[in-house]
């Protein structure tokens, strides 16, 4: 008996500490719009020195809520906190990388890119006006599309997302309706549509669910080669998505340090820009004294290192001159 | 004679029906188990248990740290659960017996072996995860304790009543105290039932995700601390099942597999230690 | 009678300590309450008790939640779930107690046991991958072009035929219960004495007519338990139905339309609430399934242990 005590005891006490020991660990969890480069970042950055990022894809909500509760080393939000609303959490912010939120749909036959909407056409089938392919607004945009008499399933997040927080910003924003109806927001009281979990879920949905339409960070639909649509942007262009249209869109943002770079980057004047671009942020908790600065190593390192594998992926890396800015803001609340 | 044969008629129809329901059910366990079998056994390569996770997009990712996560924490909570649970089954077949303070706890134990597993999750989350700070696999493995010990402590108590009264009385009658006559004859005759308890109760946490996904969450590396957040199987599979990656979707059926063959096989052992032990039921 | 062995020290101590081990599950009932309850005050102090449970309001945007949409999907889910289960699940308990020859009895009891062992999420993940694209592609479109054009049930199969909706999540959850409702439902029919069945075959009773007027009425009362703890199972499943039902907080006529249920409502967002009352809108939501699956459960028991007592006197 007293020998399998302290057999246990001493089990248990290895694995408080765990066995592997030196590893160190870095725990983060939120947005699924940056996963695919955070994870390659974190990859890479495990092979460089040893230490781990766990990142964990559970939504921008899901982000900030663990971050409020203490609960991991650094959230990640697509949606910017308010300067307020961070003072009152005790939170630091700064961006990370620039991406662009796209509307994806599941037609066979039909091209990627081969359908554009106008902000207001999109608006409409969100909000359930508009609910087979073949209706005429939809038609006398696409007069060359064969498009056929089938229902439309929208497809959406179920989870705190910022992607939708991306998306729901740029309809509140282009549609008078949709900001009445709906407003905009990590979560959204949807009026049509069925709800996937992540960036992931309304992927594989999207990819499952015939005549669909979603949206998705646009890395997700190039690793899982969904078809896009083209969207009319605010300067009157049908554009595509890509990095090119993403980097457009980020030219135009100036973000300033001083409100914690609070700064949506959706229906950006640009010529070319991608309508629904925005940055996405980390989150740290200010009194986090001890894993503050190595996860800011470890964002400073992806900042030096990580450009390729980022446009690898379609995003866009911060500008240089924003990158040091960041620096300074790290400066400033003494972690760097 | 027109009745006669209407009750003959009335009676095949039943039957026949019957026996389709039966067909019915077995028709699902092959058709899953058929599935399992085959998606699994074409995704499972040593990578997947020499492995960990890499980004989607890198070729040869496995789930080495989910497997030995899932182990981990069912391994402490079973640790935590079993001897809560015997002991607990102890009082109510022993010191406890016939009172009513017994049977009313026999009974909730009941109603807490079906109780949402979500809900034991949000429980521990409240008071392991928010307080403390973090995810970490402790906080799995209590979730997991929590749903295991009234499993085990019902099938104790019962194993225990089976066990004759008789046989106490000959070990009181040698002067040995209660203690000793629970640790060294009671135990004794009643091993194999409370073994299969616990071998059912473990098949029965090994398949968990709900209780996990807020305590033990996840983990993209290989963790032996339990103090943090750690991988585990089930969890795992919830997550790439849900995502759109085609290696995920593999990586998916090959631990399903590989959980399914655990938790039969422990049930299949559990029934042959019964069977072996209490002969034919 | 154990009274008087307390004497001795160590057994006072042993007789303490099992006690209290037997007391933890007291202590984690009260104390899921206890804190599921101190955990969602904010929302009951916020939304009340009734407004709450009939608000159909799951908007966190205005921050304004109710637990009517939830409620609505788990009862459909659960009622379609025990639809089907129940009928088959009496049928396979028939066949193994009174058709099966007796070198299958013992087989097909183990199959079914086995599939009551399999864990939920491998249910949920396969009713996503294998499942969907069937109901999707042909059931839908055929109990469409069938049942749809009947009026009055015609409504409940509207819209377009996915898959992913509470119909295809029902049918999982009843294959998930169809094994457990199964095996007590065999369990309660073995309890019929078997001179009673001999006597009334000894009358030239058709084997249908000893179930139906021997059997059945002699376990009605396990049976029922059996039929209520699997509605109880039903209630608190998660992983079966969190792959295919779309997380969707709207209530719908249709059955092939998402919806959300208590556990998938809790699974998708519970690590995600952003804001105070929306979590503890949430845990408002586990304080409502633990109660609402306690009380079912216990009336369950409740059948079940008059049915055992029945025949141990």
């Not at chain 1, 007069?143 to 910003?169: C, E, N, Y």
């Not at chain 2, 092959?30 to 980004?55: K, M």
């Not at chain 3, 015609?154 to 992913?164: A, V």
């Amino acid at each position: 008996m007293k020998t399998i005590l302290t057999l246990v005891a001493a089990i248990t006490l290895i694995f408080s500490f765990g066995i592997a020991g030196a590893a160190e660990t870095l725990n983060g969890a939120g947005a699924s719009f940056p996963y695919p480069v955070y994870s390659a970042w974190g990859y890479e950055y495990n092979k460089a020195t040893g230490i781990r990022l766990n990142y964990q894809s559970i939504g921008s909500g899901g982000g900030v809520r663990q971050i409020i509760n203490r609960t991991v080393d650094f959230g990640a939000s697509d949606a910017p906190l308010k300067p307020e609303k961070l003072e009152k959490e005790n939170l630091m912010q700064f961006p990370a990388v620039i991406g662009g939120v796209v509307p994806v749909v599941n037609l066979p036959g039909i091209e990627p890119g081969a359908i554009k909407l106008t902000s207001n056409a999109l608006c409409k089938v969100l909000l359930g006006d508009i609910t087979y392919w073949d209706n005429k607004i939809i038609k006398k945009l696409n007069p060359d599309v064969p498009l056929k008499h089938k229902k439309i399933t929208v497809v959406r997040r179920s989870d705190g997302s910022g992607t939708t927080a991306i998306f729901t910003t740029y309809l509140s924003q282009v549609c008078p309706e949709w900001k009445e109806k709906v407003g905009a927001g990590k979560a959204v009281k949807w009026p049509v549509g069925i709800g996937g979990k992540g960036n992931e879920g309304v992927a594989n949905y999207v990819q499952k669910v015939k005549n669909s339409i979603g949206y998705v960070e646009f890395a997700y639909a190039k690793q899982n080669k969904l078809s896009y649509l083209r969207l009319e942007n605010a300067a009157g262009n049908f554009v595509k998505p890509s990095f090119e249209s993403f980097q457009d869109a980020a030219a135009s943002g100036d973000f300033d340090p001083s409100k914690h770079f609070y700064l949506w980057l959706t229906n950006a004047p640009g010529k070319n820009a991608w309508p629904i671009s925005g940055a996405t942020f980390i989150l740290l908790a200010k009194e986090k004294k001890e894993s503050n600065p190595k996860v800011v190593k470890f964002f400073d390192w992806a900042f030096k290192n990580g450009d390729d594998t980022a446009k690898r992926l379609v995003y866009v890396p911060l500008p240089e001159p924003l990158k040091n800015k960041v620096r300074k803001y790290w400066k400033s609340q003494g972690i760097y | 004679m027109t009745r006669e044969r209407k009750r003959k008629i009335e009676s095949f129809i039943a039957l026949s029906l019957s026996t389709l329901a039966a067909l019915f059910g077995l028709f699902w366990l092959v058709f899953i188990l058929g599935d399992v079998l085959i998606e699994g056994i074409e995704a499972l390569s040593p990578a997947l248990f020499l492995n960990d996770p890499v980004p989607p997009g890198v070729a040869g990712g496995g789930l080495r740290n989910a497997f030995v996560g899932q182990l981990m924490i069912t391994f402490f909570a079973t640790l935590i659960g079993v001897p809560v649970g015997v002991l607990g089954g102890t009082f109510l077949a022993e010191y406890a017996r016939g009172s009513k303070v017994a049977r009313v706890i026999s009974v909730l134990s009941d109603i807490m072996v079906s109780v949402p597993s979500i809900v034991i999750g949000t429980f521990i989350y409240a008071i392991l995860v928010k307080p403390v700070g973090h995810f970490s696999g402790w906080a799995g493995s209590a979730a997991l304790a929590i749903i295991m010990i009234p499993v085990v402590l019902r099938t104790t108590e019962d194993m225990l009543s089976l066990v004759p009264w008789t046989l106490r009385e000959a070990a009181f009658a040698l002067g040995a105290p209660y203690y000793k006559v629970i640790i060294q004859v009671v135990y004794r005759g009643a091993a194999a039932g409370i073994l299969t308890g616990i071998l059912l109760s473990i098949a029965r946490v090994a398949g968990e995700t709900a209780p996990l996904l807020f305590t033990s969450f996840n983990n993209s590396y290989f963790s032996t601390n339990m103090n943090e957040p750690i991988a585990s199987l089930t969890v795992s599979i919830f997550q790439y099942a849900m995502g759109p990656y085609d290696s995920w979707h593999a990586q998916a059926w090959a631990a399903s597999l590989m959980i399914t063959v655990f938790i039969l096989m422990l049930t299949i052992l559990g029934r042959v230690i019964i069977r072996w032990r209490y002969g034919k039921r | 009678m154990p009274v008087l062995f307390k004497k001795n020290p160590i057994d006072v101590a042993f007789s303490i300590i099992t006690g209290l081990a037997s007391l933890s599950v007291l202590v984690f009932i009260i104390g899921i309450l206890y804190v599921l309850f101190t955990e969602s005050s904010p929302a009951i102090e916020k939304f009340g008790v009734m407004k709450f449970l009939t608000s159909t309001d799951w908007d966190p945007v205005r921050e304004s939640f109710g637990a009517a949409t939830s409620l609505y999907g788990t009862a459909v889910a659960t009622a379609i779930a025990l639809f089907i289960a129940i009928p088959v699940a009496i049928g396979i308990a028939v066949f193994i107690t009174e058709i099966s020859p007796d070198f299958l009895k013992s087989p097909i009891g183990i199959a079914i046991e086995l599939l009551a062992a399999i864990p939920s999420i491998i249910y949920g993940m396969w009713g996503l991958f294998v499942l969907v694209p069937i109901m999707a592609d042909y059931i839908e479109p055929a109990l469409q072009s069938t049942l749809g054009n009947v009026p009055l049930i015609g409504i409940l199969f509207e819209g377009t035929p996915m898959g992913i909706d509470l119909l295809t999540a029902g049918i999982i959850l009843s294959i998930m219960i169809i094994p457990f409702t199964a095996s007590i439902s065999r369990d309660a029919f073995n309890l019929t004495p078997e001179i009673v069945k001999e006597s009334a075959y000894a009358l030239g009773a058709t084997k249908w007519e000893v179930v139906k007027n021997v059997v059945i009425p002699y376990s009605k009362l396990g049976v029922f338990g059996g039929i209520v703890l699997s509605l109880g199972r039903a209630l608190g499943e998660t992983m079966a139905v969190a792959f295919v039902l779309g997380n969707n907080h709207q209530i719908t006529t249709s059955l092939l339309d998402a919806a959300a249920t208590i556990t998938v409502t809790l699974a998708n967002e519970f690590t995600e609430a952003d804001s105070d009352i929306y979590l503890a809108s949430l845990f408002y939501l586990a304080l409502i399934l633990f109660v609402l699956s306690f009380i079912t459960l216990a009336i369950a028991k409740f059948f079940l242990l008059k049915a055992e007592r029945k025949f141990s006197r």
